[in-house]
């Protein structure tokens, strides 16, 4: 009889120090359960990445859909497609050459061979705000690339848009 009042005890703390941990974990992020509520939470949370991508990556140009267009039909610039093999070979834009990103950190410099330092380069992966595309540009301007830029939309804006695409397959 006394061990199931102790287990009764027992779980009632438990459940009091589950509830005031309930409490006070909304109130110290009441902001966000707020920003939840009202369906607001993406947009703030698509706001705070990209802030944080304005610090981290402060030093990439980057590329909207319009500005990749004009580049590409301007044909001086090397796309660089940094998506997997497979989805590259499927489609991608039009000229581009492959270069998943575990590749160029696997070998670095000897995949880049007879490219010049200074030729246009536009990294792109396939969704928008994609932190490898800004990771790749980043890793080519400490390879001493000197205009690499960033596509920020991604592939999939670019075939929605009805852009020139090919496919290896």
């Known amino acids: 009889m006394l061990s199931r009042r102790l287990v009764a005890q027992d779980l009632a703390w438990a459940g009091v120090i589950l509830l005031l941990a309930a409490v006070l974990g909304i109130w110290q992020q ?30 990439v ?3 909207n859909l319009p500005q990749t267009y004009e580049i ?15 989805e590259y070979a499927e489609l991608h834009i039009a000229g581009a050459v492959n270069l998943p990103s575990d590749l160029l950190e696997r070998q670095g410099n000897r995949v880049l061979e ?24 980043e890793k080519l301007q400490s390879l001493k690339f000197t205009n690499v ?17 090919e496919t290896n397959k």
């Open 30 to 59: 009441w902001q966000l359960v707020r920003l939840s509520w009202t369906g607001a939470l993406p947009a703030h949370l698509e706001q705070q990445r990209e802030q944080r991508r304005k610090v981290e990556f402060q030093g």
């Open 61 to 63: 140009k980057t590329l």
């Open 72 to 86: 590409f039909q301007g044909g001086q610039a090397l796309f660089v497609d940094i998506r997997d093999a497979d």
């Open 114 to 137: 007879g490219i010049s330092r200074d030729r246009r380069i536009v990294v792109y992966c396939g969704l928008a705000n994609c932190n490898k595309g800004l990771m790749v540009a």
């Open 149 to 165: 830029s960033a596509f920020m939309d991604g592939f999939r804006a670019w075939d929605q848009a009805g852009y020139p695409a």
